[in-house]
């Protein structure tokens, strides 16, 4: 079992649906980070959190530390969202992160 | 401010050969991390340096993969006599300062390698 694991692997979506890709974890964390990956290009930190809630425009994140989980919101899908989002985990033991296995979302118009 | 440089973004190299990927953290940073994309797999954490210092290298193979981040300059990796399982995206990831804290990380745009 890997230490975090995503889901949905793959989500299709309407233009304009609201979209939730979901995190879960089995370590103890000292932070979740959401990165967004389009093809062939590089890696975008989306947001880090440590507790709570945060949003940046149209994403939402969200953390439950005691449940060990995490969600990505997307509100009023667009097709440039198309892209691979990886949760990654910087473990309370050390510094380096450790990812999920991502989420290909694909939004048609 | 310019962001995480690495180059090259495209690497050709035949099996036995060498590859050198060179990663420039964004200025200021002084927390350097190698990541490995394999072709359809997620990302895996290969080493983690400080300036003239590796701090964790538990994530490189034993062999052929070596790590550096001199005083002056980037941050290199290198891979000797490589093999067609090498190829890979590698990300370089640059903090400003030990993960412990959880600041902020900043990808580069990654190196494609291909053995051919």
């Known amino acids: 079992k890997n230490e975090v694991e995503q889901s949905p692997q793959n989500l299709t979506a309407q233009e304009g649906e609201f979209i939730t890709i979901n995190c879960s974890y089995s370590?103890?964390?000292?932070?979740l980070h959401w990165l967004q990956q389009h093809p062939g290009g590089g890696i975008v930190s989306l947001f880090m959190?440590?507790?709570g809630k945060k949003k940046h425009g149209r994403l939402i994140a969200t953390i439950n530390i005691q449940e060990k989980h995490s969600s990505l919101h997307i509100t009023a899908s667009h097709p440039r969202d198309s892209a691979v989002y990886i949760c990654?985990?910087?473990?309370?033991?050390?510094?380096?992160?450790?990812f999920g296995e991502g989420t290909q979302l694909t939004v048609n118009p | 401010n310019a962001g995480v440089m690495q180059n090259p973004r495209h690497l050709v190299r035949r099996r036995g050969q060498e590859a050198r990927l060179r990663c420039s953290p964004m200025?200021?940073?002084?927390?350097v991390y190698w990541y490995r994309q394999l072709p359809e797999e997620g990302l895996k954490f290969m080493v983690y340096?400080?300036?003239?210092?590796?701090?964790?290298e538990s994530g490189m193979p034993k062999e052929r993969f070596s790590a550096e981040f001199p005083k002056e300059g980037p941050s290199i990796l290198r891979i000797q006599q490589v093999v067609r399982g090498d190829s890979a995206a590698y990300f370089c990831?640059?903090?400003?300062?030990?993960?412990?804290?959880?600041?902020?990380?900043?990808f580069g745009e990654g190196s494609w390698l291909t053995v051919v």
């Open positions: 990831a640059s903090s400003p300062q030990s993960g412990i804290s959880g600041n902020t990380i900043y």
């Open positions: 370590v103890g964390i000292s932070a």
């Open positions: 959190l440590s507790s």
């Open positions: 990654a985990v910087r473990e309370t033991s050390g510094s380096r992160l450790t």
């Open positions: 200025k200021g940073h002084s927390h």
């Open positions: 340096l400080q300036k003239e210092n590796i701090i964790d």
